[in-house]
Structure formats: C-alpha cells, structure tokens
C-alpha cells in the first residue's frame, strides 16, 4: 500500500505544478525560470505547443493529476480499483513524453516547470511497474 501513498504525493505535487502553470496560462505572465534561460520557459509556454485541442497543457495536467489524487485516496479507501488511476498515470506519461520531445527537438528549449511534471509522471510510470 505504499506505492499509492507515493502515487497520490507525487499527484499532489503535480496539482501544486500545474496549478502554477495554469495561472501564468491564463495571466499571460511569464513563468519562473529555474535552470534554464528565462527566453526558453517562454518560447514554451508561448508556443502553439502549449495547448492540445484549444485546451492549455497545463490546465490538462491539473485535471489528470486531480483525478489521480482523488482516485488514490478513493483506491486507499477500498472504494474504487486501481485500473483508472493506473491508465491516467499510463495517459499523462505518454502525454509528457511527447511535449518534452517537442521541447527537446521541435522547440530547442525546456520549461523548468514542464521538466517537473515529467518527472513526476516518470516516477509514478515507474511506480507502476515496480
């Protein structure tokens, strides 16, 4: 039962990521560069990249990583099985894979805080299969 505990830290985590993003997505402010050059975070979050189907990446993210922490604590609770939250956590990783080749090879720049949810879908794919 530790793995889900991990899981829904790790959602909490992206909703406090995302949630970010999403401000700066609707503000049009430029988000905080960390690690990388502060042009780079927003050629990214500028590009047509940023959102898929009209609909901001970011704002996507929140819900996906809402939807795993609300369905973790249910799962926790015996109240729900772990199929959805295993095909959520399956979604946004295919999904942060695909922006961070684009980052990578169409863009040639990476968002600090598009890397951290990356990484956070990386490690909950991982946990997955552990």
Known sequence: MAYIVLIATLAAVGIINTAYLSYHSITKKPVTCLFFPPEWCQKVQSSKFSKTLGIPNSMAGFAIYLAIFVLSLLY???????????????IGFAFSMHFTLI???V??????????????????????FS
């Open 76 to 90: 926790f609770q015996g109240e729900v099985s772990f199929t959805p939250i295993r095909w959520l956590i399956v």
């Open 107 to 128: 863009l040639r720049a990476f968002c600090t805080w598009c890397v951290l949810s990356a990484i956070d879908f990386t490690l909950m794919f991982i946990i997955l």
């Open 103 to 105: 980052q990578a090879f």
